[in-house]
């Protein structure tokens, strides 16, 4: 039995390695997307897909990770995964993936011939085909047009890349260069993880480093339940809207939640959720655990490691053919507008009853593409964008800041500039779109683009340009976001997501992030 030093030494070089991961996720990384905008996570699972400890990059993935391995170990038994094996999947159905772009890789790890745990990535790729360079149609009605959908397959046997995985992901791709090569560099982050994973196991013996992950699921679970104690026993529920699906424009769509803590128990009710979108708004059970999981860590120490122990804290209910339970194969590649909601939703609920758990509104998040064109090629300039906060008992919002689920990084402008044929004109504080309160939101931002050469298609998929995000408490709303194009000197007002713009040398887009709503 390893002591609670022992646990605490385990545990930190598990988050260490994690850590490396990480960095080297980013360092390897040939987009953008994942070298400046860290759409990425890793993460450490134990051989029955436990999550053991995670880098939170991206708060989604904690729901992620334990779908990916518990869809891959449906696939290939335990008997059938040998040393020297590496796995790919990006299916949001089989696997974890929160939308086709997200590839997840999965390495195993061996103790005295044992399967004992796995390493894992997931990190988004600029293009796998579908029916929009991006690979994210806003307008997409099945999961057949968000690109191409890889079950869990083996991507490495004895240690070799498997070159018909790899040429059959580069020939569906506009941009298999990039994707081959962040592919490669989760692979191989993943493999040397798996590596250091193993000297600990070496180094502690099976038993004390399985023993230390279990009593630090154990921690976690008991740190959550104790701050939920504290909390006094309520009901309460709440709902938040959605401008729309991406295909019916004028039909917000609403997340509702029933939210119900007793002792340290609590429990969430989505059931009375709106049907599932025609569009691809839709999220999958995993990341609804997620979003829950996000709640529990912001409710109790942002500082708890990471691990299953944050699930087992928290049950969650569901109604199938809902936005968070859809049937397949509903497309599912604007999920991230959801998932703000679904957390804000969860905050109103408990916030109604227990105004210390009141949050307001956040400026969502929302992703815009352009797909360059040019000498038969197609770069993929791709970008988070964020607005501002909600704020919160003694809390300004922050100003252009992720929040909630999402906690990549804006992209900074000389790399854009650098990179693909564009100029950023203007980069700037959206002042006043904070809602006032005793506690103001968070400002978002303006940004104002013009390409410079050869043509570019965008794709906008975004969220509060028509529901503002709501203030908390006596707090007023902040300002909704809003996106133009300027094409030939026509002015053209963007829906809130939007597919298939095509622009040309010496037009522009503007993009404008809602800000935070108040609080007080």
Not at 293 to 307: L, P, R
Not at 380 to 403: N, P
Request: hydrophobic share 40%.
């Amino acid at each position: 039995m390893a002591t609670v030093f022992e646990d605490e030494i385990i545990g930190a070089m598990a988050r260490g390695i994690v850590d490396d991961m990480q960095a080297g996720l980013f360092r390897s990384g040939y987009s953008s997307i994942i070298r400046e905008s860290h759409d990425a996570s890793c993460a450490i699972l134990l051989a029955d897909g436990a999550l053991g400890a995670q880098k939170v990059v991206l708060p989604i993935h904690v729901g992620a990770f334990p779908a990916v391995v518990s869809g891959l170990l449906k696939r290939f038994p335990t008997a059938s995964i040998q040393p020297g094996d590496c796995f790919l999947t990006n299916s949001p159905w089989e696997g974890g993936s929160p939308h086709n772009p997200d590839f997840a890789v999965v390495a195993p790890v061996f103790f005295q011939d044992e399967l004992v745990a796995f390493t894992a990535s997931i990190a988004h790729k600029s293009d796998i085909g579908g029916a929009v360079p991006g690979s994210c149609p806003a307008t997409a009605r099945d999961m057949y047009a968000e690109g191409l959908h890889i079950p869990p397959v083996r991507l490495y046997r004895d240690g070799t890349p498997n070159p018909e995985v790899v040429t059959l992901i580069a020939g569906n791709s506009r941009s298999a260069p990039i994707v081959t090569g962040d592919l490669m560099g989760q692979a191989g982050i993943c493999i040397q993880g798996a590596v250091r994973v193993a000297e600990l196991f070496e180094r502690f013996g099976k038993q004390h480093a399985l023993s230390s992950f279990a009593a630090g699921r154990r921690r976690t679970e008991q740190t959550i339940r104790q701050a939920l104690s504290q909390i006094p026993d309520f009901t309460g529920s709440a709902e938040r809207w959605m401008d729309n699906d991406g295909i019916t424009l004028d039909r917000p769509i609403a997340i509702r939640v029933q939210v119900q803590k007793t002792s340290d128990q609590i429990a969430f009710d989505f059931t009375e959720t709106d049907p599932q979108g025609a569009g691809p708004i839709n999220i999958r059970p995993h990341l609804l655990n997620a979003c829950c999981a996000y709640v529990m860590v912001a409710i109790a120490d942002s500082t708890v490691a990471i691990n299953q122990g944050v699930m087992d804290a928290f049950t969650v209910k569901t109604k199938l053919g809902t936005i968070v339970d859809p049937h397949f194969p509903a497309p599912v590649n604007s999920y991230n507008t959801a998932m703000h909601a679904v957390i804000e939703a969860i905050f109103a609920a408990m916030g109604e009853v227990v105004s210390s758990l009141a949050r307001a509104d956040g400026g969502g998040g929302r992703a815009l593409t352009f797909a360059h064109q040019a000498d038969g090629k197609t770069l993929i300039q791709y970008e988070l964008f964020a607005g501002g906060t909600g704020a919160m008992r003694d809390y300004q919002g922050q100003t252009a800041c992720h929040c909630n689920q999402t906690n990549g990084k804006v992209g900074s402008l000389e790399m854009i500039e650098t990179e693909f044929p564009i100029r950023v004109e203007e980069f700037s504080v959206k002042r006043d779109s904070g809602g006032l309160g005793e506690f103001r939101g968070g400002h978002g931002f303006r940004r104002r683009y013009r390409l410079l050469e050869g043509q570019a298609s965008i794709t906008l998929r975004s969220s509060k340009h028509q529901v503002a995000p709501q203030g908390a408490v006596g707090g007023q709303p902040g300002q909704p976001g809003h996106c133009e194009v300027s094409l030939g000197g026509q002015r053209r007002v963007l829906a809130t997501m939007e597919s298939g713009v095509v622009i040309h040398p010496n037009d522009t887009l503007v993009i404008e992030t809602p800000g935070g709503g108040g609080f007080g």
